[in-house]
């Protein structure tokens, strides 16, 4: 099969007839991939978990690319031109936002915050406005539109999902892409490494911060979010 892009987690192929194969790898990076290593399982338990989520989404009619998950670590997708605005969701103050603005660490978001950031490493995934996202070209009104109702729904769907079994979905990150006929579905994955779950008792992380923080115990937690989202 032919290679569409190798990124720093997953390799895309072209699968034909308008279809792509997703394979999850075990790296982990961080920092624009300036940290990166390999953890033996981890490709698998994202895709895992990812499949359960877009598919649990899919449920509650947000369409998604996800066609079929082959075990252990591959997506059947809907082939799909990604949007490069990354969308992001806040529940709870922490990471960049802290280091921003004045908001306390730890604090509940009400309303919920919803941030746009240009899919760049080049420079950093800088915050978007609309306007900016207009003047570069990257996608029409129109579709920042969609992709922040598609992701205030997503938020209220996943809290949810997640508080049932006991973790606090403090924010995470969206892609989204347009299919040949033009409509804007959910794409990309819904893991660790694109979430900061905390769990809702301990607070303890459970996320890729655990590896950007060189907390430890990066699979095992991983491994957990796993169980909790498949029960
Ligand atoms: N996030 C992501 N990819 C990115 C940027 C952010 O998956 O390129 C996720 C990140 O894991 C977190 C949320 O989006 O769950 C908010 O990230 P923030 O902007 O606070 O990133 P930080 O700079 O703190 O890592």
């Known amino acids: 099969m032919k290679t569409i892009t190798t990124g720093k987690v ?28 390999a953890k033996e399982g981890k490709g698998s338990i994202n895709a895992e978990i990812s499949a359960r989520l877009l598919r649990f989404l899919e449920e509650k009619g947000v369409k998604t690319h996800l066609k079929e998950f082959v075990r ?54 800088p915050m978007l406005n609309n306007d900016i996202a207009l003047a570069l070209g990257l996608c029409t009104r129109d579709d920042l539109t969609v992709m ?27 892609e989204f892409g347009k299919t040949s006929d033009g409509e804007i579905i959910l794409a990309d994955e819904i893991s660790p ?15 890729k911060d655990r590896f950007r923080k060189d907390m430890g115990s990066v699979i095992e937690f991983y491994s957990e979010v796993r169980r909790r989202v498949l029960s």
């Open 10 to 37: 997953k390799t895309v192929y072209d699968a034909g007839e308008g279809k792509a194969i997703i394979e999850f790898r075990d790296d982990i990076t961080a920092g624009d991939g300036a940290k990166k290593e």
């Open 72 to 125: 252990p670590n591959k997506f059947l997708v809907t082939k799909v031109e990604i949007i490069p605005v990354e969308v992001i969701l806040r529940n709870i103050a922490t990471g960049s936002l802290v280091r921003r603005f004045p908001f306390e660490k730890g604090s509940e978001l009400n309303p919920p915050i919803v941030e746009f950031g240009y899919k760049n490493d080049d420079y950093h995934d």
């Open 193 to 207: 490494d694109t979430c900061r779950f905390w769990d809702s008792e301990t607070r303890e992380v459970m996320d």
């Open 148 to 174: 922040r109702r598609l992701a205030l729904k997503v938020n209220d769907l996943l809290k949810e999902f997640f508080f049932e079994r006991g973790i606090l979905l403090v924010d995470f990150k969206l």
